[in-house]
């Protein structure tokens, strides 16, 4: 039988972007001491999830579906281990959503703020029922809603805020 | 030889990723505990950037309060009123030192009204990166003596526990945590229950049967039970009583003695030794008008 690879990977014409080196490690970890600093000072700052912004942005941009679910599982076993929660809870979450951050990445172009506003909020929800089903089946912890009013408020603050952050980001990119 | 297209390599990654994630997730709950070392690389990697971050922020919004946000005023009228804004400038500069220093005085007038009990002053230095959890890092550690499971306390009241302790920081695990639990009574009947917490503002007071007598505003302290907290600590007030006929016990909303949600400087209770509350009363004119309900001298140190 002839060998035939068959091309998956990003679309010929969206670009794949690289980043001056330190961009990355720097951003995961402002944005994990920005999570944990604002919300001590700022009550609103809970809706706030820093880190997942980071995670789907570079997802996102890098466009390969490898890179991005290890960003992913760093990003979100860090704040595991900074957090009082097993460590995988938001590893696990993290690691999907790069995953698929990456592949949507590769295959429409995700420059335009209304598209990322909407990717935002698709995947901070997508990443909250990742959480609460490993949280409540797999661990047997106290069973939380997958949706309510509050998530969807903080759904809708992170995708606002990732069109700022994400244009920040946007500044570190290597001229192609 | 069949090549694997990429995509499949990427699954297989994600396969094992994933799978490897819930191998670690399986050895935590069998060994019910915490993968530690990984923790300790974690929190003393992120906590000196924690600390710089704090002092930053810290003296970012002193710079913005004493002088940037008053730089459109002195531009309305600099000449008039240069004097005054230099005034205004140094009195905003005392004022935020005034009310720091009030704050340090207060924890220190308790921790000499209690010089029985070995207690560490800590700063609050960040939070917890998970908005569900009510956990923050303080600026002491297993150095200055610190114990998994110690009491947190501010002269208010009950604050936390000591949720995990690294060689320079600790983690406070809030009262106000879902995972979180005091043992606490009622100061009128000193019937006994539990304090949990909600992840909301107020806490939860339960297992307190419905025939018991409880009114609103009535104060709640700890009972000592719980093998954490020194008894007769103020855990908070009554603040909503509801009771449910298919349910024996009532369910008591509770509103923290403590500011959970504004901490700056706490007390770690290097042991867990009872507090004669009436000393602090004595020494504080404020803190007995704030508590109205005389605490019972505490039993005699363990």
């Known amino acids: 039988m002839e060998n035939t690879d068959i091309y998956i990977g990003p679309e010929p014409h969206i670009e794949v972007h690289k980043y001056y080196s330190g961009v990355v490690p720097a951003a995961v970890v402002l944005a994990l001491v920005l999570q944990a600093f604002f919300p001590v000072h700022f009550r609103w700052a809970s809706y706030l999830e820093l880190p997942l912004l980071v995670t789907l942005y570079f997802a996102l941009s890098k466009r390969n579906p490898s890179s991005g679910l290890l960003l992913g599982m760093t990003i979100g076993l860090l704040q595991d281990s900074l957090s009082g929660t097993p460590i995988g809870l938001y590893g696990i979450a993290k690691t999907v959503v790069g995953f698929f951050g990456s592949s949507i990445g590769g295959r429409i172009d995700v420059e335009h703020p209304v598209a990322r506003f909407l990717l935002t909020v698709v995947f901070y929800l997508f990443h909250r029922v990742l959480f609460v089903m490993t949280s409540s089946f797999l661990l047997a912890q106290r069973r939380e809603a997958f949706f309510s009013l509050p998530i969807l408020i903080a759904a809708v603050v992170n995708g606002i805020l990732a069109i700022g952050v994400f244009s920040l980001l946007d500044r570190f990119r290597k001229p192609s | ?302």
């Open chain 2, 1 to 302: 030889m069949i090549a694997i297209p990429s995509r499949h390599k990427s699954l297989t990654l994600l396969a094992g990723v994933i799978v490897a994630q819930l191998l670690l997730l399986a050895v935590q709950i069998k060994r019910q505990g915490q993968v530690r070392l990984i923790r300790v690389w974690a929190v003393e990697l992120m906590s000196p950037v924690q600390r710089a971050s704090s002092w930053v922020f810290y003296n970012l919004g002193h710079g913005w309060g004493n002088y940037v946000s008053l730089r459109h005023t002195r531009e309305d009228d600099q000449a008039l009123h240069a004097e005054l804004d230099r005034l205004k400038v140094r009195n905003a500069e005392l004022e935020g030192r005034a009310l720091e220093a009030d704050r340090l005085a207060t924890l220190l007038k308790f921790r000499d009204a209690h010089t029985d009990v070995p207690m560490a002053a800590a700063r609050v230095i960040g939070g917890s990166p998970d908005s569900g959890s009510q956990i923050v890092y303080i600026d002491r550690g297993s150095r200055d003596g610190l114990k998994r499971d110690m009491g947190v306390i501010t002269p208010d009241g009950v604050v936390g526990k000591l949720f995990a302790v690294y060689p320079d920081t600790s983690q406070v695990l809030l009262m106000g945590d879902k995972e979180s639990g005091v043992g606490a009574m009622l100061a009128g009947t000193r019937t006994q229950g539990v304090v949990k917490g909600t992840s909301k503002p107020e806490l939860l007071m339960d297992y307190v049967s419905n025939d018991t007598k409880v009114s609103v505003g009535e104060e709640i302290y700890s009972s000592g039970q719980d093998r954490i907290y020194p008894k007769d600590l103020p855990v908070g007030t009554v603040a909503e009583i509801t009771t449910d006929r298919r349910s024996p016990f009532m369910q008591i909303m509770v509103k923290p003695s403590a500011h959970l949600d504004r901490l700056e400087e706490v007390l770690v209770l290097l042991t867990r030794q009872d507090l004669e509350m009436k000393k602090e009363s004595e020494a504080s004119p404020a803190a007995e008008q704030a508590s109205p309900v005389p605490v019972k001298a505490a039993e005699s140190a363990h």
